[in-house]
């Protein structure tokens, strides 16, 4: 990859109880990179679910490259949430057809498996337009794996609560107890 294009990379989930954590990496020219923040294109959290959904295929259309990789809460109990972040976002960028030069990751940790160059930065997903639309690829096909998960683990709210800590959601595991999807070194004391 050359100099004129930007490639971010972003997580979502990684505080859940339920569920892999997704990475997303995403390819931007230029050129691409400013229409995509004129379009809205920012941090995921910062827009509304329905924002999201309508931005996805235009950062599809408009990215030069893109790739998703997921770690299963298995992975994380086995390796760590940090450990299995890193292994679902060296999994997107494995997806890419051709090696980035240099990857901007959000966050304040490097990504210690990543041998490239690369630059962590802060709140990364508010200042790169690369960062923020692969915020929103993360968030919005994890965000669909837990409305699908919903039919399998009914009672869990997942298809709400995403697999977060909700007050909900903490209420229907000490009812209904800990699935195979549950996290359960995030239970432990």
């Not at 109880?17 to 400013?34: D, K, Q």
């Not at 966050?107 to 929103?136: F, H, R, V, Y």
């Not at 009672?155 to 709400?160: E, N, Q, R, S, T």
Request: net charge positive.
């Amino acid at each position: 990859m050359n100099d004129l294009v930007e490639v971010g990379i972003d997580e979502v989930g990684k505080g859940c109880l339920f569920g892999p954590v997704f990475s997303a990496v995403v390819v931007l020219t230029l050129e691409n990179n400013h229409l995509l923040k004129n379009l809205g294109v920012n941090d995921s959290k910062k827009l509304s679910a329905k924002k999201r959904n309508l931005l996805l295929p235009k950062i599809l259309e408009l990215s030069q490259d893109w790739g998703i990789g997921q770690s299963s809460a298995k992975e994380i109990d086995r390796y760590g949430i940090r450990h299995a972040t890193e292994l679902s976002m060296i999994r997107a960028i494995y997806k890419l057809r051709l090696t980035p030069t240099k990857i901007y990751i959000d966050g304040k940790l490097p990504l210690n498996l990543w041998q490239g160059m690369q630059e962590s930065i802060i709140k990364g997903d508010s200042k790169l337009t690369s960062i923020a639309a692969a915020s929103i690829l993360a968030k919005v096909t994890r965000d669909s794996l837990m409305i699908r998960l919903e039919e399998s683990y009914k009672g869990y709210l997942i298809y709400k609560n995403k697999g977060y800590g909700t007050s909900d959601h903490i209420s229907s595991i000490s009812h209904l107890g800990i699935t195979n999807m549950h996290r359960k070194s995030f239970f432990k004391n």
